[in-house]
Antibody, heavy 121, light 108 residues
Framework: EVQVVESGGGLVQPGRSLRLSCVAS????????MHWVRQAPGQGLEWVSG????????GYADSVKGRFTISRDNTKNSLYLQMNSLRPEDAALYYC??????????????WGQGTLVTVSS | SSELTQDPAVSVALGQTVRITCQGD??????ASWYQQKPGQAPVLVIY???NRPSGIPDRFSGSSSGNTASLTITGAQAEDEADYYC???????????FGGGTKLTVL
């Protein structure tokens, strides 16, 4: 079964950092791009960042550029999101999603169940 | 960066056909994908590359595109289709992806 599972969420104070992880199974991880998407409570989906199969192409939403860093370790089938200088508006459920190909596209399947990030003092 | 616009809410009578639309400049260059999200669940891909269905998605779901508008059509809507639907596409500004604001579908 193709599966991605997120972890690392929690309560963090504004200005602090947090690192999210996503472990993939059931497919050849280094053949696919990967993404982070977030959803604030009661709100819509917001693409956060994506990374190609070999980390050669990376993109960020304007709202997180310069504060968040996406990375992957193909030897560990893992995707990461380093989040620095967190703001209250970064609070959301963060989803990891597998892309349909090696490079960033709009085909996200499957998605994990998400990890919740709360930013509050 | 580009934006994708969706109607906030749409309703359909049980068994009837409904079309959900998504508008944006990026759709002139890139295909849309569509996602279904039910309360408390992760999104599920239902259409990709304009009109391709992943395995397990019923054939009552179909997609189309014209100009700057992509559409998701549900032919013979079922009660279990009641959900939020989101479109997305590649953004014209490099390696970015953009989502629409979502459409809440009510099946009457």
């Amino acid at each position: 079964e193709v599966q991605v599972v997120e972890s690392g969420g929690g309560l963090v104070q504004p200005g602090r950092s947090l690192r999210l992880s996503c472990v993939a199974s059931g497919f050849t991880f280094d053949d696919f791009a990967m993404h982070w998407v977030r959803q604030a409570p009661g709100q819509g989906l917001e693409w956060v960042s994506g990374i190609s199969w070999n980390s050669g192409s990376i993109g960020y939403a304007d709202s997180v550029k310069g504060r968040f860093t996406i990375s992957r370790d193909n030897t560990k089938n893992s995707l990461y999101l380093q989040m620095n200088s967190l703001r209250p508006e970064d609070a959301a459920l963060y989803y990891c999603a597998k892309d349909g190909g090696r490079y960033i596209s709009s085909r996200f399947d499957p998605w994990g169940q998400g990890t919740l990030v709360t930013v509050s003092s | 960066s580009s934006e994708l616009t969706q109607d906030p809410a749409v309703s359909v009578a049980l068994g009837q056909t409904v079309r959900i639309t998504c508008q944006g400049d990026s759709l002139r260059s890139y295909y849309a994908s569509w996602y279904q999200q039910k309360p408390g669940q992760a999104p599920v891909l239902v259409i990709y590359d304009k009109n391709n269905r992943p395995s397990g998605i019923p054939d009552r779901f179909s997609g189309s595109s014209s100009g700057n508008t992509a559409s998701l059509t549900i032919t013979g809507a079922q009660a279990e289709d009641e959900a939020d639907y989101y479109c997305n596409s590649r953004d014209t500004s490099g390696d970015h992806v953009v989502f629409g604001g979502g459409t809440k579908l009510t099946v009457l």
